[in-house]
Antibody, heavy 121, light 106 residues
Framework: QVQLQQWGAGLLKPSETLSLTCAVD????????WTWIRQSPGKGLEWIGEINDSENTNYSPSLRSRVTISIDTSKNQFSLRLSSVTAADTAVYYC???????????????WGQGTLVTVSS | DIQMTQSPPSLSASVGDKVTITCRASQHISNYLNWYQQKPGEAPKLLIFSASRVETGVPSRFSGTGSGTDFTFTISSLQPDDIATYYCQQSDNLPLTFGGGTKVEI
């Protein structure tokens, strides 16, 4: 059974860059889009973006100018960077296994444990 | 973006009751609709995908129906462990979008 374990800094100051990494264990890494989703009290669940093992990325239009998702297939890891954070970026950030172009699925079926990121001066 | 509207925002029911949650998409999404359960302090858990397919290991009291723009999620007999917030999510178009959630209480 696939497991996702994520880590990264939980407290940032405004204008800093959020950086999180997610390691995937116990399942195939290829054939999926690896996804970042965040959850804040004010905006609910919000899809941030995704990447596959060919480094093809898709980003939320509202965050595209500040987001970079990267992947390291040698380590079965993928990462999120969000620049110029503000208090509005305070949320729990989740990594997840998303749709599969190989298996023909469109579900988000495995999630990391979540990381609370707080932006405060 | 496709807007997902869930109702009701919250509900209270008794153990053994049938619980129904609806989700409406702002445009046609075929059957690209998933349902998640989230308990406090936990990540969402996939229950139903492709509108009506039950994820492996999920109890049979959970079910989903619908196609196009209107979808329904049902718990046939509410159990104490089902206390959670439930979300619908469309996977027809990027960006993926979620409903606002339905908090289920006993």
């Amino acid at each position: 059974q696939v497991q996702l374990q994520q880590w990264g800094a939980g407290l940032l100051k405004p204008s800093e860059t959020l950086s999180l990494t997610c390691a995937v264990d116990g399942g195939p890494f290829s054939g999926y889009y690896w996804t970042w989703i965040r959850q804040s009290p004010g905006k609910g669940l919000e899809w941030i973006g995704e990447i596959n093992d060919s480094e093809n990325t898709n980003y939320s239009p509202s965050l595209r100018s500040r987001v970079t998702i990267s992947i390291d297939t040698s380590k079965n890891q993928f990462s999120l960077r969000l620049s110029s954070v503000t208090a509005a970026d305070t949320a729990v950030y989740y990594c997840a296994r998303g749709r599969s172009y190989y298996y023909g699925t469109t579900k988000v079926d495995s999630w990391g444990q979540g990381t609370l990121v707080t932006v405060s001066s | 973006d496709i807007q997902m509207t869930q109702s009701p925002p919250s509900l209270s029911a008794s153990v053994g009751d049938k619980v129904t949650i609806t989700c409406r998409a702002s445009q046609h999404i075929s059957n690209y609709l998933n349902w998640y359960q989230q308990k406090p302090g936990e990540a969402p858990k996939l229950l139903i995908f492709s509108a009506s397919r039950v994820e492996t290991g999920v109890p049979s009291r959970f079910s989903g129906t619908g196609s196009g723009t209107d979808f329904t999620f049902t718990i046939s007999s509410l159990q104490p462990d089902d206390i959670a917030t439930y979300y619908c999510q469309q996977s027809d178009n990027l960006p993926l979008t979620f409903g606002g959630g339905t908090k289920v209480e006993i």
